[in-house]
Nanobody
Framework: QVHLVESGGGLVQAGGSLRLSCAAS????????MGWFRQAPGKEREFVAH????????YYADSVKGRFTISRDNAKITVYLQMNSLKPEDTAVYYC?????????????????WGQGTQVTVSS
């Protein structure tokens, strides 16, 4: 069983920054890609970013490219999402998830374990 715990969410003004963290336990963290997703009220869960098992490959949704950065520290068994230049449309619950393999993909169905989510609210 894998356990993921997100933290770092909160309320921030437009243009501000937040750093989300996701601490993992329960299986060899370094063997699997990790992803961040978000879900706004009334909308489907959407892909934000993923990172490969080594951290050498990353991929972003067009809506966050250039503003968000995903990274991981395998020694600390943690994945991060640095969010800069935040916009009101970034408001959502953010989830981290473990991929089924070493390289990340976009579909949520390719991720098998999920955290409980952390709320990010960006005011205008």
């Amino acid at each position: 069983q894998v356990h993921l715990v997100e933290s770092g969410g909160g309320l921030v003004q437009a243009g501000g920054s937040l750093r989300l963290s996701c601490a993992a336990s329960g299986r060899p963290f370094s063997r699997y890609a990790m992803g961040w997703f978000r879900q706004a009220p009334g909308k489907e869960r959407e892909f934000v970013a993923h990172i490969s098992w080594t951290g050498g490959s990353t991929y972003y949704a067009d809506s966050v490219k250039g503003r968000f950065t995903i990274s991981r520290d395998n020694a600390k068994i943690t994945v991060y999402l640095q969010m800069n230049s935040l916009k009101p449309e970034d408001t959502a619950v953010y989830y981290c998830a473990t991929s089924r393999g070493p390289f990340g993909t976009r579909p949520p169905g390719e991720y098998d374990y999920w955290g409980q989510g952390t709320q990010v609210t960006v005011s205008s």
